[in-house]
């Protein structure tokens, strides 16, 4: 499996069948709303075969990704609004998930997880199994008791791709930073974590190593992908 960093929350994942899924994609707001722009265009990226989108909100799914799946026919699979949205774009194949819903496609199965965002209240998470393996994202998620147990109650995760930075709503959080990160990560102890959305320009600025330094010694790995960088994992 090959997961490359575009940005934020958007990773290519490629399993090894070669099946290509992108999670959160966000390409459009140069400038304005990212603090760095993303390591490629939508068509530098290749086939995609899916779009894994947890809600509906422009960091997460974008009018140049929505086009690209138009364009390729690949699947959609996200939250209702998410879905709805991809539907409305003119994607053909969409499927909206509910927390503890999953669903089978060839090589992988996908079951959307809770997810505590404040101001998306259909967002979700992803569990993929693939390869012997399951793959925790995140997308935007509070610390929260229920996803706790939904996490501890999945089996092993062997990699989570977890949220670190946040915006701050009426003195809130509106998801995870460092701290509850790490909190969440040795709660439910995935094998390998890897450090996303950061990218915001209006999220609270963080580095992502202070993650590994937050779960030193706890048996969690930190990996942390570079912007533009491509890791084979075993």
Known sequence: MKVYFIGQSTFRITLQDGTVLLTDPWFAGRGFWRAVPPAC??????RVDFILASHNH?????????ALAQEQGATVVGSERAVKRAAKAGVKNAVALRPGEEKSFAGFTVKATPAFHPLAIDAIGF????????IY????????????????????????FLQIACAVYFGKDDGLRLETAAELAQAFSPLVVVPMHYHGRFKVKVDPER??????????????????????LA
């Open 58 to 66: 422009l960091d997460h799914i974008d009018r140049p990704s929505l």
């Open 211 to 232: 993650l590994r330094e937050l779960l030193e010694g706890t048996g969690i790995e930190t990996l942390v992908i570079g912007l533009g960088e491509e890791k084979e």
């Open 127 to 134: 569990l993929i199994r693939t390869e012997g393996r399951q």
């Open 41 to 46: 265009s939508p068509g530098e990226l290749g």
């Open 137 to 160: 994202f995140c997308g935007d998620t509070r610390f929260d008791p229920r996803l706790v147990q939904f996490l501890q109650g999945s089996g092993k995760i062997d990699l989570a």
